[in-house]
């Protein structure tokens, strides 16, 4: 019976050392595991602190953008309440000539022809793009410039002076009157490739 005993003993004891090392295991994978889910926490509050701050500086960002829109919105209404601004090459001199007998009203209420500009030297298809987009697409209209106009177009076209040394004026009045053998004769290299 002794005997029992200390064997039952054995077994047990083994039991209860087996329970603690099983125990002793489990608890530090579990252990270790805790420590990583506090990490995890700790970054998660981490990123919650810092997506706070974020959505603070996007909605003062926004309130930023708000108030900017409302400005633009306001300085556009406040645009365009203004008076269209004045052209900017005035309209050519209308000369004192008389009436034509009874033209058809559709014929004299009809807008000028835009004439072909690259006729004359000094103008290319950029500057007679640019001269176009600011309104000017006849020979009359050149003819009719004054020094005012001439510094406002060359200040457009940014060159300074060439309208004179090209005389652009003196070739637009003899195109607009249709003297094209004299514009031929003053300017022969007219319509040739040195024209611009």
């Known amino acids: 019976m002794g005997y029992l005993l200390t ?22 994978r579990l252990r270790g595991r805790i420590v990583e889910l506090e990490g995890d ?7 919650n602190d810092r997506l706070k701050r974020d959505l603070e500086a996007c909605g003062k960002a926004r309130g930023d953008l708000e108030a900017t829109v409302r400005g633009l919105n306001a300085q556009l209404a ?3 309440d203004r008076p269209a601004p004045a052209p ?3 309209a050519p001199a209308k000369a004192a000539a008389p009436k034509p007998a009874a033209a058809p009203k559709a014929v004299a209420a009809a807008p000028a022809k835009p004439d ?4 004359m030297i000094g103008i290319g298809p950029v500057n ?8 000017i697409k006849t020979f009359r209209q050149i003819a009719a410039w004054t020094a005012a106009d001439i510094k406002k177009v ?15 004026i003196e070739q637009a ?15 022969p290299t007219a319509g040739t490739d040195k024209n611009t």
């Open 7 to 28: 064997q039952m003993f054995l077994y047990m004891l083994g039991a209860f050392l087996l329970g603690l090392l099983l125990g002793w295991i489990i608890w530090g």
């Open 41 to 47: 926490v700790a970054r998660l509050r981490a990123d």
């Open 78 to 80: 406040e645009l365009r």
């Open 88 to 90: 900017l090459i005035s």
């Open 116 to 119: 072909n500009l690259r006729r």
């Open 128 to 135: 007679e793009k640019k001269l176009h987009a600011m309104g």
């Open 154 to 168: 060359e200040a457009e076209l940014e060159f300074d002076g060439r309208i004179d040394r090209e005389r652009w």
């Open 173 to 187: 009045k003899l195109l607009a009157a249709g003297d094209d053998k004299e514009f031929l004769r003053r300017f």
